[in-house]
């Protein structure tokens, strides 16, 4: 049976299986989910936990003689093995199936692997054990699902994001659960009342970094070329991850480069802004941004950060941030007089 990290804690309400089926790239959810079977079965009586790792130095008669050692007080053990990212070899295969048939009544067993296709569910090893296992696929939401993830998170704390609040959050967090989940326990710390508001994300946010991606990327389509200036030089201080700014930064061009095809196709911009969830507040700002960046200069923008990536993942003595800069000066709508990128 297959189930999601968000519906394992009711299925553990419900009894425990005999295995459990944990892969994913996540690890987050990973981690959860295991913490969430280890608590709920310490409640059965399995204390003892031992944990082997998949590799060319593990003796598998140790992982079978666990299954076979009877405790002194009778306690029940938890098994946890961890697969490698790599695919098993042949031989690994064999090993694991030939578990199956010392597991009982006092052993649960807990597979921790990288996240699986299609072609891997379809192993041997892997249908022997989920045939009588719950299988957890712990991966990381996609920009569609983060949405959906994020308000199912916000329930579980007892936080109630408005519209405006979620798409940000799913902007700001994508590829990144571990800083939503900090986030959304420092909110509820912050506003017991549970409410979030697009207004409290920003001045919450601003009380633990002196600037965020997002501030800049505001900057940046209301044209406030010092500012925007000012952000990146203190992101650059803070040691963030220029690869994030980039990637955030190209969310905001292209986005904007489909709203010039669909304004110039003649669709109005009012469902232009309803195509894209544009919140009202940022609607008038959008108009002027769109304005100042025709397509052919989105375009141009969008070629130099993709340089600025090739150079960042290529050249490690080069310096990209001072092109980050004059990208985001560029943006703004001013001259730029840094030699380009060659």
């Known amino acids: 049976m297959r189930v999601y990290p968000e519906q ?7 009894g425990l299986c005999q295995t459990y089926l944990l892969f994913g790239n996540e690890l987050l959810l990973k981690q959860e989910s295991l913490q969430s079977i280890l ?3 310490a409640q059965h009586g399995f204390i003892e936990k031992h944990r082997f790792t998949i590799d060319n130095q593990l003796h598998w008669q140790d992982v079978y003689e666990i299954c076979q050692a009877l405790s002194l007080f009778s306690v029940r053990q938890v098994l946890i093995i961890i697969l490698p990212e790599t695919s098993l070899n042949i031989t690994q295969g064999n090993a694991l199936k030939a578990l199956k048939p010392y597991l009982h009544q006092d052993i649960l067993l807990v597979l921790d692997g990288p996240r699986l296709n299609k072609k891997q569910e379809l192993k041997q090893w892997f249908t022997l054990f989920h045939k009588n296992g719950l299988y957890v696929p712990c991966n990381t939401p996609d920009a569609q699902q983060m949405p959906n993830f994020i308000k199912a998170r916000c329930r579980d704390l007892n936080l109630k994001p408005d519209h405006e609040s979620v798409l940000i959050l799913a902007q700001w967090y994508e590829g990144n659960l571990q800083g939503l989940s900090q986030s959304l326990m420092k909110f509820q710390f912050l506003y017991p009342d549970g409410t979030l508001t697009l207004i409290r994300l920003q001045e919450s946010l601003s009380r633990h970094n002196h600037y965020t991606p997002f501030q800049l990327t505001d900057a940046l389509i209301e044209g406030k070329v010092n500012r925007a200036v000012r952000i990146v030089r203190q992101l650059q201080a803070e040691a963030v991850e220029i690869t994030l700014l ?12 489909k709203m010039q095809e669909l304004w110039v196709s003649g669709m109005p911009l009012d469902k232009i802004f309803d195509h894209f969830r544009v919140w009202k507040t940022r609607q008038k700002t959008l108009v002027s941004t769109l304005h100042r960046l025709p397509s052919p200069k989105l375009a141009e923008l969008l070629h130099h950060l993709y ?3 090739i150079m960042v993942k290529t050249d490690f003595d080069s310096r990209p941030w001072p092109e980050l800069t004059a990208l985001c000066i560029e943006m703004c709508g001013y001259p730029v007089l840094l030699d380009p990128i060659n």
Do not use: G, M
């Open 39 to 41: 608590e709920t079965s």
């Open 246 to 257: 980039l990637r955030i930064i190209q969310k905001e061009i292209v986005q904007l480069f």
């Open 8 to 14: 394992l804690k009711r299925h553990l309400a419900q």
């Open 307 to 309: 340089d600025i990536e």
